[in-house]
């Protein structure tokens, strides 16, 4: 099994630009969820998908938008990019039946933006 | 609203000391308590979780840790740490039957283990 795995590892983007990060979760698993660590901070809730629907968000802007997958993979994606966008994204993944106690988490996306 | 505290961003300790780190919490609901462990350069890996039951949980690695209701605190110990300890430790919770899986984090404490 090989866990959640994101793509790609590191990412260096410009100011103003957009990204497209990627996810596969953990077999047997069918919800995503994005997080936002930013240096010496816990993560942070973005979003979280389900039968190809965004289901909860936390307070991030518009500009950070996802999609789901029939296969259940899923795509994190920031337009107009801001310095302060510069953080690890982790995504997470858990099967939507199970009960609300675990999430396996990926090794994270590292995005810089300059 | 839930909030997750971790009262110590560093803490040194010599290998074969015990460690405790510290967290506290605040919800207005029942919630479910972790500890995740992030390695440098890694995502997050889950040393132990409290659901109910017994207050004192023991998880991978050695550690465990005590959920104390009345001082809304879930503190991680180890009676004897090692260099590959060295790591950034996380709390956080996630609301029972609600909110279904949306983790709330502390801001991390990063042990350093010396030899």
């Known amino acids: 099994d090989a866990g959640v795995t994101q793509s790609p590892t590191h990412l260096i983007k410009t100011r103003g630009q957009q990204v497209t990060l990627r996810c596969s979760p953990k077999?047997?698993?069918?919800?995503v969820s994005w997080y936002q660590q930013a240096l010496g901070q816990g993560p942070q809730f973005i979003f979280q998908?389900?039968?190809?629907?965004?289901?909860q968000r936390g307070n991030f802007p518009d500009r950070f938008s996802g999609h789901q997958f029939p296969n259940y993979s899923s795509e994190l994606n920031v337009n107009a990019l801001l310095l302060g966008d510069s953080a690890l994204y982790l995504c997470?993944?858990?099967?939507?039946?199970?009960?609300?106690?675990?999430?396996?988490f990926g090794q994270g996306t590292r995005l810089t933006v300059v | 609203a839930q909030s997750v505290t971790q009262l110590d961003s560093q803490v040194p300790v010599f290998e074969e000391a015990p460690v405790e780190l510290r967290c506290n919490y605040s919800?207005?609901?029942?919630?479910?308590l972790f500890w995740y462990v992030q390695y440098p350069n890694q995502g997050l890996q889950l040393l132990l979780k409290y659901l109910s039951g017994s207050t004192l949980v023991k998880g991978i690695n050695g550690f465990e840790a005590e959920f104390n209701k009345s001082q809304t605190s879930f503190h991680l110990r180890k009676p004897s740490v090692h260099i590959s300890d060295t790591a950034e430790y996380f709390c956080a919770v996630t609301l029972a039957w609600r909110d279904f899986n949306k983790f709330y984090f502390g801001s991390g404490t990063k042990l350093n283990v010396k030899p």
């Open positions: 997470a993944s858990n099967p939507w039946t199970g009960d609300n106690t675990e999430a396996f």
């Open positions: 919800s207005s609901v029942s919630v479910y």
């Open positions: 077999s047997g698993h069918d919800t």
């Open positions: 998908y389900y039968e190809e629907e965004e289901r």
